[in-house]
């Protein structure tokens, strides 16, 4: 059995910066696509950023994050980080990762099997 582990969040001031990391363990992990979702309290859960691990490497992000989030891999820790850079209010919630076998993409969580408990995120002044 697979479990997805995130860690690195905290409470930073607008404008400022965290680093979230997702590892896997147990079993070896399938997922061909790894997710950072994330979901305030009142509001729907929403993709952020996701990143192909096969063959294409393919990155995918949503408009609210593009040019301030940074999705990659790091091989030799076996993690997906995303950096989160210039940081608004709006950011602020539960940040989770998340695995599927089967295509990439932010725009649902439809097809992710595999979930973290998520690491809280808050940015305020």
């Known amino acids: 059995q697979v479990q997805l582990v995130e860690s690195g969040g905290g409470s930073v001031q607008p404008g400022g910066s965290l680093r979230l990391s997702c590892a896997s363990i147990g079993n070896e992990f399938s997922a061909n696509c790894v997710a950072w979702f994330r979901q305030a309290p009142g509001k729907e859960r929403e993709g952020v950023a996701a990143i192909y691990r096969g063959g294409s490497g393919a990155i995918y992000y949503a408009d609210s994050v593009k040019g301030r989030f940074t999705i990659s891999q790091d091989s030799a820790k076996k993690t997906v980080d995303l950096q989160l850079s210039d940081l608004k209010p709006e950011d602020s919630g539960r940040y989770y990762c998340?695995?599927?076998?089967?295509?990439?993409?932010?725009?649902?969580?439809?097809?992710?099997?595999?979930w973290g408990q998520g690491t809280q995120v808050t940015v305020s002044s």
């Open positions: 998340a695995g599927r076998r089967r295509g990439c993409t932010v725009d649902s969580s439809s097809g992710y099997g595999y």
